[in-house]
């Protein structure tokens, strides 16, 4: 129901949990395919990143350079759906029915309570989608400077699998 939602997204130990989901999921399944090192580098500089972009990689202040490499892949990631696509809102969806007659001011209580674990999960994806993108890059050995449509589609293919294996689509 709406109010278990409630109860559930104002959880401050909710947000605990959730913020551990890249050290604790992500970084070892990168780890498994990039090695432990380049790992653990590469999601501290994602960490990085977004921290200097002011916390939206894709955003006005993002640190990537628009037309870059990686924010041409995190736009493709975006556009496929992977970015934004939450379990906050999904679960707000699902508790009160898609397209139900909830009341104006409920629905407010809703998107206010869901919000920081909607940024929260954001952050996830977006760091995880970098960490991969740079590492699946370094491997593969593409010349970052000059990439094509095509091989960006490639890496976000790529980058897609370990979002979706790693953030519980």
Known sequence: SG??????????????INAMQVPMVTMP???ATYGSSSSIKSIKGALTTFAKSGGDLRGAKSALPEGGWERRVLDALYERGI??????????????????????????????AGFFMHKSEVFNRQVTALAAAR???????????????????????TVEDAVITTQFD
């Not at 370094?138 to 293919?157: C, F, H, R, Y």
């Open 29 to 31: 399944r990168l780890a």
């Open 83 to 112: 970015l934004d696509f939450t379990l906050a809102h999904d679960m707000n969806g699902l508790a009160n029915g898609e397209g139900s007659a909830m009341s104006g001011h409920w629905r407010k209580v809703m998107e206010v």
């Open 3 to 16: 109010a278990g939602f409630l109860w559930f997204m104002s959880s401050p130990s909710q947000l605990f």
């Open 135 to 157: 590492l699946e890059a370094q491997k593969s050995g593409v010349n970052t400077g000059s990439m094509n449509q095509e091989q960006i589609d490639k890496l976000a293919d």
